[in-house]
């Protein structure tokens, strides 16, 4: 089995809305990926939230369900030691702009092995440990 690609908030956000710039490059990568994805219910609150605000409301309605039961990828919950792991990431890295939700991220990346993200903005990158696609 091979091991699962991440999934950021932008791959989600480009991959389920048309006019993002990014939208192109989301449906193909997503359209022809063969790994399996894995998220964080950091991502998904986050995902959610864009939509609503950038007037998706509809479209986060209608993907959220699918996200939510794990029917689209693997949905991780952080756990408390991945909060607080998430909280020194966060605090130490002070002249990153990585939220606390890519902090986050990063940690469950680690926990399980997870070395690819699909993202769109730089923080995965300043990582220095993760491959970002696409």
Known sequence: MTTPIFVDTGAWFARIVTYDRDHPSA?????????SHIT?????????????IRGEYRRALEIGPSL?????????????????ESWRVYSTYQDKG????????????????????????DHFHQFGTVKVVP
């Open 40 to 52: 964080t219910d950091y991502i998904i609150d986050e995902l959610l939230t864009l939509l609503k």
């Open 68 to 84: 939510l039961n794990g029917d689209v990828c693997d949905l991780e919950f952080a756990t408390r030691d991945d909060i607080k």
């Open 98 to 121: 990585w939220s606390f939700t890519d902090c986050v991220g990063r940690v469950v990346m680690e926990r399980f092995g997870v070395t690819t993200a699909a993202a769109f903005d």
């Open 27 to 35: 449906g193909e990568w997503f359209d022809l990926n063969t790994h």
